[in-house]
C-alpha cells in the first residue's frame, strides 16, 4: 500500500513564473491539505480539499489555488513566484468521517523542495 | 489566534539517556494534539495523537502526556538513538470550520551524540 506520494521532489524556478505540484493521496483517503514549510518552521496550513473543493483556507494569498481530482489526487499551483515562496511544500491526506476529519490522522508525504531564484 | 509554543527550541543529548520536549497551545475549540517527527527534508511521520479525554500515550521509546486543563503537553524519549536525532513537531487540531485544521509548532531539534 503506497503512502503519500508527490512530484517532483526538487523545483527550482526563477520569480515570476508559474509552478504546478501534485500529490496523490494514501489508500482510502479523500482529504488532501497543503502546507508549505519555510527552512527551520513548523509547517503554515495553506488550504484543504474534500470532494474536489476547497473547504478550509489559511494566510496565503490568491496566488496559491488549488485542485482535486475524482480519484482524490491534488494539484497545488502557485502564479508569480517570488523569492519568499522557496520553501518545502508538505501534502498530507486524511480520511473524513461523518461529513468532517475526527481525529484522522494526516499521512504526509515526502514533500516538494521548491526553490525560487 | 491559534498559536501552538515548543520548548526547548533545540537539544543535544548523549546516545541512551532521556529527554522530555514541551508543547503548549491555545487552540480552540480543541480536538487532538499529535506528535509528529520530521527529519531534514522530509515529511512529518505520526508518532502519537491523543483526544482531550487520554492523558498518555505511548509508542515504543515515545511516550506523550497531555493535560487538557492547562493545554499543556510532553514527549518523553527514553535510552535515545542517534536515530531519533530529528525534529519533533506538536500539532494540535481544532473543529473550525467543520473541518481539521492542524496548527504546528516549530519544532525542536534534537540532536542525539555518542
Known amino acids: 500500500d503506497a503512502g503519500v506520494t508527490q512530484s517532483p521532489t526538487h523545483l527550482i524556478k526563477t520569480r515570476g513564473q508559474q509552478v504546478t505540484l501534485r500529490c496523490s493521496p494514501k489508500s482510502g483517503h479523500d482529504t488532501v491539505s497543503w502546507y508549505q514549510q519555510a527552512l527551520g518552521q513548523g509547517p503554515q496550513f495553506i488550504f484543504q480539499?474534500?470532494?474536489?473543493?476547497?473547504?478550509q483556507r489559511g494566510n496565503f494569498p490568491d496566488r496559491f489555488s488549488g485542485h482535486q481530482f475524482p480519484n482524490y489526487s491534488s494539484e497545488l499551483n502557485v502564479n508569480a513566484l517570488l523569492l519568499g515562496d522557496s520553501a518545502l511544500y508538505l501534502c498530507a491526506s486524511s480520511r473524513r468521517t461523518s461529513g468532517r476529519v475526527v481525529g484522522n490522522e494526516q499521512f504526509f508525504g515526502p514533500g516538494t523542495r521548491l526553490t525560487v531564484l | 489566534k491559534n498559536q501552538v509554543e515548543q520548548s526547548p527550541q533545540s537539544l543535544i543529548i548523549l546516545e541512551g539517556k532521556n529527554c522530555t520536549l514541551q508543547c503548549n497551545y491555545t487552540v480552540s475549540p480543541f480536538s487532538n494534539l499529535r506528535w509528529y517527527k520530521q527529519d531534514t527534508g522530509r515529511g512529518p511521520v505520526s508518532l502519537t495523537i491523543?483526544?482531550?479525554?487520554?492523558n498518555t500515550k505511548s509508542n515504543g521509546r515515545y511516550t506523550a502526556t497531555l493535560d487538557a486543563d492547562t493545554k499543556q503537553s510532553s514527549l518523553h524519549i527514553t535510552a535515545s538513538q542517534l536515530s531519533d536525532s530529528a525534529s519533533y513537531i506538536c500539532v494540535v487540531s481544532d473543529f473550525t470550520g467543520g473541518g481539521n485544521k492542524l496548527t504546528f509548532g516549530t519544532g525542536t531539534q534534537l540532536k542525539v551524540e555518542l
Open positions: 491523543m483526544t482531550f479525554s487520554e
Open positions: 480539499y474534500y470532494e474536489e473543493e476547497e473547504r
